[in-house]
């Protein structure tokens, strides 16, 4: 989807209150979370579980997810490649104003493809941004099929549904990398919250 610019006679303000600001009264640094993998792969279950994990230490956080995103703020787009971009993109420009306001954010999106998480990735400021992919083999997402997807997938009856009837591209070069087929949700988040601490996001003591 081409990105088409329709304001016109506006201007940036700059806030009083900058991001380190919040940082600072908040403890940790800002940062997104942007978990991608397969429907099933326990994206968001991986998501709410690092976030409680934080918000146990006393972060500020807040989980953007894929299906609560498409009830309101993108409740007009499909899932089309054009629509998956246009998705992706304005949920990068969500997720930036969160890490803005201090928070730590953490989405949870398959986001298929490499090039529209580049684009979410380019939109964050420098340093902020941890994609974590959440590698679990198909077979093993089709045996859970937690919303009854893949049943519907394969019988024809939702189109362009990922891993299926549409590609999903593989991360490349993740910050991090969890196995959801092989590891528990505590062992990934556990692995994850340490990333964080070596990445100097948050302390672990």
Not at 20 to 32: F, I, P, Q, S
Not at 152 to 160: F, L, Q
Request: with cysteine; glycine share 8%.
């Amino acid at each position: 989807m081409t990105e088409k610019i329709k304001a016109t006679n506006i201007t940036w303000h700059d806030a009083d209150v900058q991001q380190e600001d919040r940082e600072r009264l908040n403890g940790h640094k800002a940062v997104t979370l942007w978990f991608t993998g397969l429907s099933g792969s326990g994206k968001s279950t991986l998501a709410h579980a690092v976030e409680n994990a934080l918000f146990d230490r006393q972060c500020r956080t807040y989980v953007l997810d894929g299906d609560n995103v498409r009830h309101g703020l993108n409740k007009d787009l499909g899932f089309s490649p054009e629509d998956r971009e246009e998705n992706i993109r304005r949920i990068g420009e969500v997720a930036k104003l969160f890490t803005q306001a201090g928070v730590i954010n953490l989405t949870a999106f398959i986001s298929p493809y490499r090039a529209d998480r580049e684009q979410a990735r380019n939109i964050a400021e420098e340093g902020t941004f941890f994609e974590i992919y959440v590698k679990c083999a198909l077979d093993v997402c089709e045996e859970r099929d937690p919303k009854g997807l893949y049943k519907k997938a394969r019988a024809g009856d939702i189109p362009e549904f990922t891993g299926i009837s549409a590609p999903y591209e593989e991360p490349v070069n993740p910050e991090i990398v969890v196995d959801t087929g092989e590891q528990s949700v505590e062992e990934c988040t556990a692995e994850i919250l340490n990333a964080l601490a070596d990445g100097g996001v948050i302390e672990l003591g």
